[in-house]
């Protein structure tokens, strides 16, 4: 995938900022911006694009999340482009260009090629940060070889700490010798409780053995409770004894003293109280007798010496009527004098208004006068009425004036006005330039792009090293098509690696061999090992000898010549038998050496026989290199052969793959100029129709205009006229309105005026219909009648209440009559004596006697009711005493006495015989009690028969067998309370299947836990394997490739990396200095070193990454900041390299890094953006 | 006509399994959840004056060694005393184990069958007869429904057994019978004990397992209880299931298809949960919850299981307060078909992983990871119900499914938003 452009529209501190990558072959971007400059927002902005904006973004800043855009175009492996906008959002964050089509996430998936979120930042990106924390884990894990390979091959850093991480929190879970973990603790909780367990369970058996004592306790005192009660009951036997035998002596007594005196007559009880009491009673009522009589005889004396006052009383109620009414009648007389005084005032203030009024006039007369209601009202509805009609008169007068004046301004502003001009044309054709005006800004902006275009194209041409002829459409058809390129890419590339590999070969067999030849010389140089061929050779020789010698033997003469010549091997033997005997011996000598040396020998014919093969493999070699050279030339000239057409020296294919690329770019290019030339005539075309019109248009209309003025500039033009012309007509439109709403105005005024004016002629008719009667003429104003018919009121009132004061005093003389002649003809009646006498002094008389008899007739009731009380009370004492008398006589016959002196001896006898009895009945009741239920007389014989001297110690000895027993006892309730104690703990409880649900929660806990511990142990030793594994596969290319990066990167101070055997005989990486002499640990490598070291790794695990899968852009963030200049130029050297196989985009905020750059890397790679 | 009550497996005092305890989950309600099961069943004897109760087996659990829970058993019996019910039973394999039973002294409305020859009793004023026979020994493994007489003529004829039946799965094979034997003896009612689901195996005559009034574990599901059988004037019986449970288990799956993200799991979550609060309004739900089917929220879930565990928890004491519990969560989702893979050294890790859940004996070898946790376990773990082996394949095959996103999570989903 490559990333052709990133449009920031608003992240971050970005609006509508683009960066366009599409340039290079893959090409290596340098995105160079300032601090501030938004170069990490760009950064995030990029892998946003890709993966989604997350939730919590720190780039809503200047632009809300909801409007949050980034948009991009990439371009798949396979050539197609894809443009896509991602906003921020939960679903469906990705849309189209056109901000609304959705696009599905698996269409992006596509492009990405299964790359997600965190691989890719893994993977394809590296920052500052990562590089420090890859150098600081290098020096950390000692040079772990698995664990760099396994880093380098996917960008992950921290593999360590994900390691430790895991192991870390195992280990929280749960150690074989721990305690505090959490599986640990759980495990001993656990172990707590079910001792916790053991404890609160009840036995059965626990519960039976008490049980058992709780039944045998209650039994045992069942048996001592009977036992105690036999003791008590003999006990309170003996003890009722000991107590009745007084009480039965005393009864003894008592019987025979009640004997003398059994004839004494048993008087009731306060029998001598009420003997005493009547006889103070018959006293008392004797004295009564004689005060009464007494007294009836002193009233009767006293009536017969008082007067008869019957006459004036049967006359009471008239006197006292009459002397009622006398004081009224003095009231009345005073009333009289006021009322008259206060007459005769109204009557002559009466006459006064009346003169005032009219002067001829009497005041018997004046009755002509009165007006009647209806006709006031109306006066003073009338008087109302005129003050309306005149006011409305008065300002209708006023404001005729105004108005007529106002017209005549109007039609003066009018006439000022300048006459309007036909613009109808010319409004035609401003709309159709509002259409056509756009257009022209399109052209003024197709011109520059065309431009540019063309100059991209023609620097495409040269770049691509194209003649200036131009293109065409057909001139894709001339170039290969890219499945072609593709195939002799493949061609090339597995001839290159075939070449590659048999030269590699080549090498490989030229050092076996010569390794071969140095270890032959050796052998002999050291000692010539005998072979097998040797001692067949000294073999031969030795039969020889013996095949002569069997001959001498065999007595025949052997040939001279024959001997000499065997002997001839053997100097210094003198004779064919020491010749003989020297070569059995060089025979021995020679298989024993075999023997002794197999070894060397057995390496040496090893040695020869490689040799031989080596040779031979050579040979082959050779044939094949010689074969591959030729199919190398014949597929070169081929692929020259299909570029002829363009006239093309082609690269490689990988390169002319890139080439064809951007060739295709160029071409389309060329088509989309030629598209925008024709499209740019056609706007030139419809522009100059409308603006010719509308020049014609505004001349008509005197407008001076230029022959090249702007269709825009003429549309101003136009644009003025028109809104001139528009104002002045809206202008006159509106004065007519204003004019013809005055007019109307003046005449309502005119007609209303009219009709108030008739109004008041009425009103003055209808007014002097009314004053007549008050005798006033029609000049008279509203307010003069007002005052008349005040006036008039106040005059009749005064006359209205003078009457009614007449009446009262006519009332008072009647009254005064009607009493004088009542009170003569009672006086006549009753007292004669008073006849003549005046009225008030005779009736005042009267009540006065009438007073007096009513004392006297008072008083004689007075006498009359003592006179009956007396009467009564002799009579009620005369009963008293009578009674009392007979009462004594039977007391007496009760008590046998013949007279009541007898009684206080009777009373003496009685009260003594009634004491011994009550004596009698108390020692009974005392032995009843003591008896216990049985009979009386039983138990007195039974009492006396007991021997009281005995019965003391008798109740002691039972005492103490009650103490005896009651102790026993005590103790069984002992035994009982605490076996039911015991029971009652065992009462049911939970508190054992408490415990279990505890453990059964604890159980829960750890099964839970133990999963998680058994996955994280799992993960730890699956990602172990994994490192194991891949080291394995890929250590060789990524070591290779790491080895010769780290050697460029550090200026040659390192010669590259090796692995080595560890203390621990895993495999480590070590730096290699001096000829591969030494070996330089990781730790001692400084911090920079470690740094630069990871950056190899991880640049070699991409290109390993690379030969396999398709390409993903890489990202850098300033990684080369704490690099010195040299070594910053060797790795932005080694980035550029990787940027001919993938995308590769370096972000940075230092300046001498971008001009780095910018001097050590060809324009052809390179490509600059920078950020403001 | 009168009612009786059939119940069995009543466990007293045996706990519920396996409930870790957590923040909010309300530890106290699940204490004594058989006691109060128990309770249930004697108030409802009461409340619908039931004529007698059949106990058809496991007053007890046989391990139990506390004497407490026969008293308490005790006290509750007596309350059926005094409402004149009589209570009979027979003794279960849990009962032949336990201590509890060999010294316990029943109040007199108790009537437990003898273990060495089936037995009748006469309910004479109801004209019921019931026959049974007690385990002896823990595992009786002969047909003792053989051996019961055939029905008393003229009476409504109860049979009393404990039995696997025919053999159901998780229970012990104990004194098995056919069906044929049962229906054989021409009883009007079976009543059976030892198996924990109830089931009728037949409906005329009714051959009953009531199963246990609680259940006590994550496969112990749904209403547990007693069935109330009412006998007309016909001797016709009519079956009432009564649940009696106070703790009720359940499990609940919850179908990840389509979910986008984790959060929408726990909304569908909270859904189910809803669902189960509604069966039983009034009792305490434990939820064994089980996540599955093919979802892109696969990998964040299992990158992290113990944190959606929590969120599952949590959600439910939000939602539920303190009528619900999570026993546990099983993740069992798959990711999206057709995800394509990293390649190089992450591709070589992912790689390695599916070729070691290819290979079970590969697999056992990452056991030895685990060999010192093994040794150190408890017993109990190893003895439960559900309870597995760390050096089982298959559960390591799990494992290692769930570990790939763990570990995937931890080298490189962290970095995809620096």
């Known amino acids: ?1172 | 006509m009168f009612k009786f009550i059939h119940a069995a497996d009543i466990h007293l005092d045996s706990p519920l399994l396996k409930l870790d305890a957590y923040e909010g989950a309300p530890a106290a309600e699940i204490r004594g959840a058989t006691r109060r099961a128990f309770e249930n069943l004697v108030r409802t004897a009461i409340e619908e004056a039931v004529a007698f109760v059949v106990i058809a087996g496991d007053l007890f659990d046989g391990d139990w060694k506390d004497y407490n829970t026969g008293l308490y058993l005790v006290s509750q019996v007596s309350k059926l005393r005094e409402a004149g019910i009589p209570v009979v039973g027979v003794a279960g394999n849990h009962d032949a184990a336990s201590t509890i039973t060999r010294s316990l002294r029943m109040p007199e409305n108790v009537h437990f069958f003898p273990s060495d020859r089936p037995d009748t009793l006469r309910l004479e004023r109801l004209g019921v007869v019931l026959h049974g026979r007690s385990f002896g020994t823990p595992a009786v493994k002969t047909d003792l429904a053989q051996s019961y007489p055939s029905a008393a003529a003229g009476c409504f004829n109860v049979g009393v057994l404990h039995t696997c039946a025919t053999g159901r799965e998780g229970h012990e094979p104990y004194a098995p019978c056919s069906l044929e034997t049962l229906r054989a003896k021409g009883y009007d009612y079976w009543a059976l004990g030892h198996v924990h689901r109830r089931e009728v195996l037949l409906d005329d005559p009714p051959v009953v397992f009531a199963g246990n009034t609680q259940g006590r574990h994550a496969r112990e599901t749904g209403a547990k209880g007693c069935y109330l059988v009412t006998v007309d004037d016909a001797g016709r019986p009519t079956l009432n299931f009564k649940a009696l449970d106070v703790v009720r288990w359940e499990a609940a799956t919850v179908d990840a298809s389509g979910a986008e993200n984790a959060y929408d799991l726990i909304d569908r979550f909270r859904e189910a949960l809803l669902s189960y609060l509604e069966r039983a309004p009034d009792l305490l739900t434990v939820l064994r919850v089980t996540v599955a089917g093919e979802t892109s929220a696969h990998d964040e879930i299992l990158s992290d299981p113990e944190r959606w565990m929590h969120e599952i928890r949590s959600a439910t004491v939000d939602e539920a307060g303190e009528r619900a519990w999570i026993e546990k969560v099983v993740f069992r989702t798959r990711p999206p078909a057709g995800a394509r893979k990293p390649e190089g050294a992450v591709g070589e890790l992912l790689a390695l992983i599916d070729e070691f859940s290819a290979a079970p004996d590969v697999l056992s070898g990452l056991s030895s990871e685990l060999a010192d946790l093994a040794k150190k376990l408890p017993r109990e773990f190893k003895e439960a119900p559900e309870a597995w082996r760390l050096d089982d394949p298959n559960r390591l095959k799990e494992l290692l499914a769930e570990a790939k996103p763990m570990l995937m999570r931890r080298l490189l989903q962290d970095r995809r938003n620096p």
């Open chain 1, 1 to 1172: 995938m490559k990333i052709l452009s990133l449009d920031l529209i608003a992240f971050g501190p970005f609006t509508k900022t683009a960066i366009d990558f599409s340039a290079g072959s893959e090409g290596l971007h340098m995105i160079y911006g300032a601090n501030e400059a938004g170069k990490s927002s760009a950064l995030r902005a990029l892998r946003q694009l890709l993966y989604g904006i997350p939730e919590r973004s720190t780039d809503g800043f200047v632009h809300p999340f909801s409007k949050m855009r980034v948009g991009g175009r990439l371009r798949s492996a396979n050539g197609e482009v894809l443009e896509i906008l991602r906003r921020k959002g939960r679903t469906r964050t990705l849309r189209a260009a056109d901000d609304q089509t959705a696009i599905a996430d698996s269409t992006l998936e596509a492009v990405l090629n299964g790359v997600d979120a965190g691989f890719f930042a893994a993977m394809f990106g590296i920052g500052y940060e990562d590089l420090v924390a890859g150098g600081r884990e290098i020096v950390r894990g000692g040079g772990e070889l698995g664990r760099l390979i396994f880093a380098a091959g996917s960008g992950l850093a921290d593999l360590g700490t994900v390691r430790d991480g895991l192991q870390a929190e195992a280990d929280a879970l749960f150690r074989p010798a721990g305690q505090k973990q959490k599986i640990n603790d759980a495990i001993g909780r656990l172990k707590q409780l079910r001792s916790g367990l053991k404890d609160a369970q009840l036995s059965g058996s626990e519960w039976a053995r008490h049980d058992q004592a709780l039944r045998a306790a209650l039994q045992a005192k069942g048996g001592v409770e009977a036992k105690l009660a036999e003791a008590q009951r003999s006990l309170s036997r003996l003890q009722r004894f000991a107590e009745a035998v007084p009480v039965i002596a005393d009864r003894r007594e008592t019987l025979s003293v009640l004997k003398s005196l059994s004839d004494a007559v048993l008087l009731p009880v306060g029998f001598g109280e009420r003997r005493i009491d009547a006889l103070t009673r018959l006293r008392v009522a004797q004295n009564e007798q004689g005060l009464a009589r007494a007294s009836i005889a002193a009233i009767k004396k006293t009536l017969s010496e008082l007067d008869d006052p019957s006459v004036l009383l049967r006359h009471a109620d008239p006197i006292e009527t009459l002397y009622q009414e006398l004081g009224s009648q003095r009231k009345a007389a005073k009333d009289r004098i006021a009322l008259e005084s206060r007459r005769n005032m109204l009557r002559t203030e009466a006459r006064q208004v009346l003169r005032s009024l009219r002067q001829d006039m009497a005041l018997e007369d004046a009755d002509t006068l009165r007006i009647k209601k209806p006709e006031a009202v109306r006066i003073q509805e009338l008087g109302a009425e005129y003050e309306r009609v005149v006011t409305r008169i008065e300002s209708i007068r006023e404001k005729i004036p105004e108005q007529e004046q106002a017209v005549a301004s109007v039609d003066a502003r009018l006439e000022d006005l300048p006459r309007p001009q036909p613009v109808d044309d010319l409004r035609r054709w401003l709309a159709e330039a509002g259409e056509v005006l756009p257009l022209e800004k399109q052209l003024a902006s197709l011109h520059p792009q065309v431009r540019n275009l063309l100059q991209v194209c023609t620097q495409s041409k040269a770049h691509l090293g194209l003649n200036a002829a131009s293109l065409s459409d057909d001139s894709r058809l001339a170039a290969p098509s890219i499945e072609t390129v593709r195939v002799f890419e493949d061609r090339w590339d597995s001839l290159e690696r075939r070449l590659a590999s048999l030269k590699e070969d080549v090498r490989k067999a030229e050092t076996d061999l010569s390794e071969t030849e140095r270890r032959l010389d050796e052998s002999r140089l050291a000692q010539d090992v005998p072979a097998e061929a040797d001692l067949a050779t000294a073999r031969e020789i030795r039969n020889r000898g013996w095949r002569l010698i069997r001959r001498t033997l065999h007595g025949e003469t052997l040939d001279g010549v024959e001997v000499d010549e065997f002997s001839a091997s053997f100097p210094g033997a003198g004779s064919l038998a020491e010749a003989f005997e020297a070569s059995l011996r060089g025979a021995d000598e020679t298989a024993d050496r075999l023997r002794r040396e197999a070894e060397r020998v057995a390496v040496k014919a090893r040695l020869l026989s490689d040799r031989a093969a080596f040779h031979a493999r050579l040979v082959k070699l050779g044939d094949e290199v010689a074969a591959a050279q030729s199919d190398k030339e014949a597929m070169r000239a081929e692929w020259v052969g299909i570029w002829q057409s363009l006239s093309i020296t082609p690269r490689t294919p990988r390169e002319m793959r890139q080439w064809l690329s951007d060739f295709n770019v160029l071409v389309d290019r060329a088509g989309d100029v030629w598209k925008r030339e024709a499209e740019a005539a056609e706007l030139t075309r419809a522009i100059d129709a409308c603006r010719v019109a509308l020049r014609r248009c505004l001349q008509k209309l005197s407008i001076p205009v230029g022959n090249e003025d702007a269709l825009s500039a003429l549309v101003q033009h136009a644009r003025r006229v028109i809104e001139n012309e528009d104002g002045l007509r809206r202008q006159a439109e509106g004065l007519s309105r204003e004019r013809e709403r005055l007019v109307g105005e003046v005449g309502a005024a005119k007609a209303r005026l009219k009709i108030l004016e008739e109004d008041q002629c009425r009103w003055q008719r209808q007014w002097a219909e009314a004053v007549r009667p008050l005798g006033l003429g029609a000049g008279t104003r509203p307010a003069e009648a007002n005052a008349v018919m005040e006036e008039l009121k106040s005059f009749f009132d005064k006359l209205r209440e003078a009457e009614v004061l007449r009446q009262r005093v006519a009332g008072i003389d009647r009254d005064a009559e009607a009493f004088s002649s009542s009170v003569a003809a009672l006086t006549c009646a009753v007292a004669p004596d008073l006849a003549g006498r005046p009225v008030e002094e005779a009736a005042a008389e009267l009540q006065r006697r009438l007073t007096a008899a009513r004392e006297v007739l008072s008083k004689r009731q007075a006498l009359q009711q003592q006179f009956n009380q007396e009467q009564t009370k002799l009579r009620t004492a005369d009963g008293i005493s009578a009674e009392i008398e007979s009462l004594l006589g039977v007391m007496c016959a009760e008590a046998r006495c013949k007279r009541a002196e007898d009684l206080p001896e009777a009373e003496r006898r009685s009260f003594q015989r009634r004491q011994l009895e009550e004596q009698l009945g108390r020692d009974e009741k005392r032995l009843i009690l003591l008896c216990g239920g049985s009979a009386l007389e039983g138990f007195i014989n039974e009492a006396s028969a007991v021997d009281p001297d005995g019965i003391g110690s008798d109740i002691e000895r039972l005492k103490e067998e009650i103490g005896g027993l009651t102790a026993e006892k005590s103790l069984l309730d002992q035994t009982i309370g605490s076996a039911r104690t015991e029971l009652g703990r065992m009462d049911g409880g939970d508190e054992a299947a408490r415990i279990a649900v505890e453990i059964q929660s604890i159980l829960g806990g750890i099964e839970r836990d133990v999963e998680h511990y058994a996955r994280l142990r799992i993960a730890g030793r699956v990602l172990t394997l994994a490192m194991e594994r891949f080291r394995e596969k890929s250590q060789g290319p990524i070591l290779r490739k790491a080895s010769e990066l780290f050697n460029r990167i550090t200026c040659g101070s390192f010669e590259g990396l090796r692995a080595e055997q560890g203390p621990d005989g895993h495999p480590v990486l070590v730096g290699v200095r001096r000829q591969g002499k030494e070996a330089v640990a990781v730790e001692g490598m400084s911090d920079g070193t470690a740094d630069q070291l990871f950056l190899s790794l991880r640049l070699a695990g991409l290109d390993h990454y690379l030969d396999a899968n398709e390409p993903m852009p890489f990202i850098v963030d300033d990684i080369l900041i704490k690099f010195d200049n040299a070594r910053a130029a060797a790795a932005l050297q080694a980035l550029a390299e990787l940027s001919g196989r993938t995308q590769v985009i370096v972000f940075t905020h230092h300046r001498h890094l971008a001009e780095l750059a910018a001097r050590d890397l060809p324009g052809s790679v390179l490509i600059e953006h920078h950020l403001n």
